[in-house]
């Protein structure tokens, strides 16, 4: 039994290959994630504007689709320049659950703006 519990505690190395993985996926996705945070920042003001009711509704939207846009551009480069066994990464799967998130948080936001 306690033989079995060695086992079962035993630390993995990454190998060198994992590594070497884990960088390229890290390379391609860096752009997206340098602009996530402004893409956020900017849906927030955005929201804010909204539910105040101030600002212009055609500048506004013209905000919210443009990061639309550049969501969805930026998906395209970062599959683009993924090659297909790196698919499944951990790190491309949060970037990919970001990009959800932030054209989920557009979406709100533009039927905001169509119900005013």
């Given at each position: 039994m306690e033989h079995v519990l060695e086992r079962a505690v035993r630390k993995t190395r990454k190998t060198a290959t994992s590594l070497l993985d884990a960088r390229e996926v890290r390379t391609?996705?860096?752009?997206v994630v340098a602009r996530m945070g402004h893409w956020q920042k900017t849906l927030t003001l955005v929201r804010a504007k909204v539910s105040r009711g101030r600002g212009d509704q055609l500048e506004l939207t013209g905000m919210c689709r443009a990061i639309a846009q550049e969501v969805a551009s930026s998906r395209r480069v970062v599959y683009g320049a993924i090659p297909d066994r790196?698919?499944?990464?951990?790190?491309?799967?949060?970037?990919?659950r970001s990009l959800a998130i932030v054209e989920a948080t557009v979406t709100e936001v533009l039927h905001d703006l169509a119900q005013q």
């Open positions: 391609a996705v860096a752009p790196l698919r499944g990464h951990n790190r491309l799967l949060d970037v990919e």
